[in-house]
């Protein structure tokens, strides 16, 4: 019992001591670096992923509006550019049509999904440019639609 608060009054005064410190104090968009520990340099792999899944919680959560912003207008930079990449990237796949040897129809099919792929490109990189961020997932969801529609009726899968 006694050993006990032996080690606990030295903690205690350990926190005081760090709290006292104004730059160790924690801050809403993250932990102060504490250095070195004082007492136990612990090493569990397990505990370590536990702190990192609640640091994630903790910091999310309490993101600054501004900071939530500056996120979104990066994610929406981002989308904007592979939308328009993903729009070039057509008429490289369309370079590529008289290679595959593809029968009237087949030609016809690919064509039509590799430009309902563009449209849909063009319609997410507008969106993003107009920062219409609720209209996102629709068009995403479509890509990813016309992407396997494709690859149902083209690809086959490596054995
Ligand atoms: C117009 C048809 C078409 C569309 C649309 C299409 N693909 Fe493909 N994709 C193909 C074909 C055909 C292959 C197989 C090429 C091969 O194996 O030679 C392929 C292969 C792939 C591969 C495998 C590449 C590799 O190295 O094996 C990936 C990854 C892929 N497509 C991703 C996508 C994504 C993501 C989209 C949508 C954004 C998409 N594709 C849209 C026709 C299409």
Same mark, same amino acid.
Do not use: W
């Given at each position: 019992?006694?050993?006990?608060?032996?080690?606990?009054?030295?903690?205690?005064?350990?926190?005081?001591?760090?709290?006292?410190?104004?730059?160790?104090?924690?801050?809403?968009?993250?932990?102060?670096?504490?250095?070195?520990?004082?007492?136990?340099?612990?090493?569990?792999?397990?505990?370590?992923?536990?702190?990192?899944?609640?640091?994630?919680?903790?910091?999310?959560?309490?993101?600054? &509006?501004?900071?939530?912003? *500056?996120?979104?207008? =990066?994610? /929406?930079?981002?989308?904007?550019? %592979?939308? !328009?990449?993903?729009?070039?990237?057509?008429?490289?796949?369309?370079?590529?049509?008289?290679?595959?040897?593809?029968?009237?129809?087949?030609?016809?099919?690919?064509?039509?999904?590799?430009?309902?792929?563009?449209?849909?490109?063009?319609?997410?990189?507008? &969106?993003?440019?107009?920062? *219409?961020?609720?209209? =996102?997932? /629709?068009?995403?969801?479509?890509? %990813?639609? !016309?992407?396997?529609?494709?690859?149902?009726?083209?690809?086959?899968?490596?054995?």
């Amino acid at each position: 019992m006694n050993t006990r608060i032996f080690l606990f009054v030295p903690l205690v005064l350990l926190l005081l001591v760090g709290c006292s410190e104004p730059n160790r104090r924690p801050s809403l968009t993250g932990l102060p670096d504490t250095g070195e520990p004082a007492l136990h340099a612990l090493n569990d792999s397990r505990l370590r992923e536990l702190m990192d899944r609640m640091n994630n919680v903790m910091f999310d959560r309490f993101k600054t &509006q501004p900071e939530l912003d *500056q996120e979104r207008d =990066i994610y /929406a930079r981002k989308m904007a550019a %592979t939308a !328009t990449e993903l729009g070039s990237a057509v008429d490289t796949i369309l370079t590529r049509m008289p290679a595959l040897n593809l029968a009237e129809g087949e030609q016809t099919a690919f064509r039509g999904l590799a430009k309902k792929l563009r449209d849909e490109a063009n319609t997410l990189r507008d &969106q993003t440019a107009h920062r *219409q961020f609720d209209a =996102i997932p /629709a068009p995403l969801d479509q890509i %990813t639609l !016309t992407c396997s529609s494709c690859h149902q009726l083209f690809r086959k899968l490596k054995p």
